[in-house]
């Protein structure tokens, strides 16, 4: 007799046709509840049900159905379903790539991660086989990709090296001044314009050429006034949003104009500006190394999971 060779399609349906002879020997009642069901999608020898994406896309459902509504709802929830969709494909075939590579994960390591979880916080009922099922597949997970990915990534002095000077900003210093202020507040709940009036009559004598440091001790309400409006040395960060936008442009020497803030009217001179500076190369090195190796691991898994993909049978039935 002729072996009897079979197509996806046929393979397919031999799939469907199995599942229903399980289902009609269910009980009448979950009979009922699974012909609501349906297979949206088949990923070599593995199922995803309709059920299965709904109960993935739940948490996130909920969260778009609270921040959007009407047209805008219904794009997202598509989006996000289509989503979870994907997950579940790309999870369904890093676990069956596990089994082939016989990556077990034992009880005691999922008891371990149970107990690591409770520490953290988080509340797992794990009488539910549903929730132990997850556990062991995130372990198992993390196990598959430590093996067929991380193991093989490597990070040299070159690829730091490369890392430190393409993203040397990332390693930037704050950058210090020595600034000087005249600081004008008003006197009572109704004086803003008042204010605002004598900051105006300093700007002008400033401008007259009048010294900052005069005009400082004679007008400013600051506590530095009598040092001639001194702050001395500041680090970006540590001065107010609107002071901080007004002076990055200056150069020493330069004078901001009024700058309004809940302290008051400000006008601040650039007495010095340190150029940028970098934390070396050595002091950061260790950190550059995590985050070469988790680039790099990034970039093998995508091309790990493109591959799987490309090697597997995937239909989806949506």
Avoid: C
Avoid at 70 to 95: F, H, N, P, S, V
Avoid at 113 to 135: C, F, H, I, Y
Avoid at 282 to 306: A, H, N, P, R, T
């Amino acid at each position: 007799m002729e072996p009897v060779l079979l197509t996806r399609d046929r393979l397919t349906q031999l799939k469907a046709a199995l599942a229903l002879v399980g289902l009609l020997a269910l009980p009448p009642a979950l009979f009922a509840a699974h012909l609501e069901d349906r297979i949206v999608a088949v990923v070599n020898s593995d199922l995803i049900m309709l059920s299965d994406v709904k109960r993935e896309l739940e948490p996130e459902q909920k969260r778009i159905s609270q921040q959007h509504q009407g047209e805008a709802l219904a794009q997202r929830l598509k989006m996000a379903e289509y989503m979870a969709l994907t997950k579940m494909i790309e999870r369904r075939l890093q676990l069956q790539e596990a089994k082939a590579r016989g990556v077990d994960v034992s009880d005691q390591e999922v008891k371990q991660a149970v107990e690591q979880m409770k520490r953290q916080g988080e509340t797992l009922d794990v009488s539910d086989p549903l929730n132990a099922r997850n556990v062991r597949d995130q372990l198992t997970l993390l196990k598959v990709v430590d093996r067929e990915v991380r193991s093989g990534v490597m990070v040299g002095d070159s690829d730091m090296k490369r890392y430190y000077q393409e993203h040397r900003d990332r390693f930037a210093l704050p950058e210090e001044y020595t600034l000087s202020q005249i600081l004008i507040q008003p006197r009572s709940a109704d004086g803003t314009a008042d204010a605002l009036a004598k900051a105006r009559r300093v700007m002008a004598e400033l401008k007259q050429g009048e010294k900052f440091e005069d005009l400082a001790l004679q007008y400013s309400d600051g506590p530095n006034a009598s040092r001639g409006g001194r702050l001395g040395l500041v680090r970006q960060g540590e001065l107010l949003p609107a002071i901080e936008r007004a002076i990055a442009p200056l150069v020493p020497g330069g004078i901001s104009d009024i700058i309004e803030s809940s302290e008051g009217l400000h006008i601040i001179r650039v007495d010095e500006k340190k150029p940028k500076q970098f934390r070396p190369f050595e002091e950061v090195k260790f950190e550059i190394q995590g985050l070469v190796f988790q680039q790099k691991s990034e970039d093998v898994f995508q091309s790990w999971l493109v591959d799987l993909k490309n090697k597997a049978y995937i239909e989806i039935k949506f």
